[in-house]
C-alpha cells in the first residue's frame, strides 16, 4: 500500500476524532483479549486541547493515534494508546507516531524518563529503535494510579500475586540520562571527556 499519512502533534481541528479513536482502541483491545482501559472521548479530547496528542490522517481518515501521560509529579512519561487502523497497518505507521510522540514527550518533559509496558512485538521493536531499554518494574514508576489501569487486564491476577514485580508485559526505559548506543556512536568525543572528567574527579 503506498499511502501519504499527516502525522503530527493533534490540533483543535481533531477533536471530532475522539469518538473514532475510542472506537478504535477498544475493538483492538475486544481483539487481543488484553483488556485495555476503556478510554472515554472526553479524555481523548482533554489530552488534544493540552497538545499531548499526536494523530495520523490520511486525507481526512483517521489513520492513528496516540498520547502522553505523566505519572509521578512528571518524573514518569508514558506514551499511551498507540493505535493503528486496521487498514493502514504494516506499513510503518505506528513507527512514525511512537517518533513523533517520543520527540513531543522530550520537548515537554526534558527531564522524564520515559516508559511502557507492553505485550506488543510491534511496539517493542519500535520502542528499542527510539532507545528504550528493557528493564524490570523496579525500574517504572509506582504511581498507584498507573498501575490501576492493570485492574482491568486478564492477567491481572498475576501482577497482583508477584506484588507488581512482574508481569506478561515486559517494562521498556528510555532514560535522557543514558546515552544510546547510536549517540555514542555519533559524538564518541563526549564519551571520552565524559570519562577524563569522572577520571579526573576521582583523582
Ligand atoms: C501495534 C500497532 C500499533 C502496529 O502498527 P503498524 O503501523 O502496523 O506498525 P508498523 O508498520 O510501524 O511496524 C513497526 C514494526 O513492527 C512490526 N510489526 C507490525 N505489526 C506487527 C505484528 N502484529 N506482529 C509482529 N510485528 C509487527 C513491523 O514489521 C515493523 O518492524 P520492522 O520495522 O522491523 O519491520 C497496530 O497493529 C495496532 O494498532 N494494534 C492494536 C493496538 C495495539 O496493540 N497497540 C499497542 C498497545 S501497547
Not at 69 to 89: C, D, F, Q
Not at 122 to 142: H, Q
Not at 172 to 178: G, I, Q, R, T, Y
Amino acid at each position: 500500500m503506498n499511502k501519504e499519512f499527516n502525522v503530527q502533534v493533534a490540533e483543535l481541528d481533531h477533536l471530532p476524532y475522539a469518538e473514532e479513536i475510542c472506537a478504535l482502541i477498544e475493538d483492538a483491545a475486544k481483539q487481543r483479549g488484553t483488556g485495555i482501559a476503556k478510554r472515554e472521548p472526553e479524555y481523548i479530547q482533554g489530552k488534544i486541547k493540552d497538545g499531548k496528542a499526536v494523530i495520523a490522517l490520511c486525507g481526512n481518515d483517521l489513520a492513528g493515534f496516540c498520547y502522553i501521560e505523566t505519572w509521578s509529579h512528571g518524573k514518569y512519561v508514558a506514551n499511551s494508546g498507540l493505535i493503528v487502523s486496521p487498514k493502514y497497518r504494516k506499513s510503518g505507521l505506528a513507527r512514525r507516531i511512537k517518533k513523533e510522540a517520543f520527540e513531543l514527550s522530550r520537548k515537554k518533559y526534558p527531564d522524564a524518563k520515559l516508559f511502557g509496558i507492553t505485550t506488543s512485538l510491534a511496539v517493542m521493536k519500535i520502542n528499542s529503535d527510539l532507545g528504550y531499554k528493557p528493564v524490570t518494574f523496579s525500574e517504572l514508576t509506582t504511581d498507584e494510579e498507573f498501575w490501576k489501569g492493570c485492574q482491568s487486564c486478564p492477567n491481572y491476577d498475576i501482577l497482583s500475586r508477584t506484588k507488581r514485580k512482574m508481569c506478561l508485559c515486559t517494562g521498556m526505559l528510555a532514560d535522557p540520562n543514558e546515552k544510546t548506543a547510536a549517540q555514542e556512536a555519533e559524538n564518541p568525543q563526549d564519551a571520552s571527556l565524559e570519562e577524563h572528567n569522572v577520571r579526573s574527579i576521582s583523582k
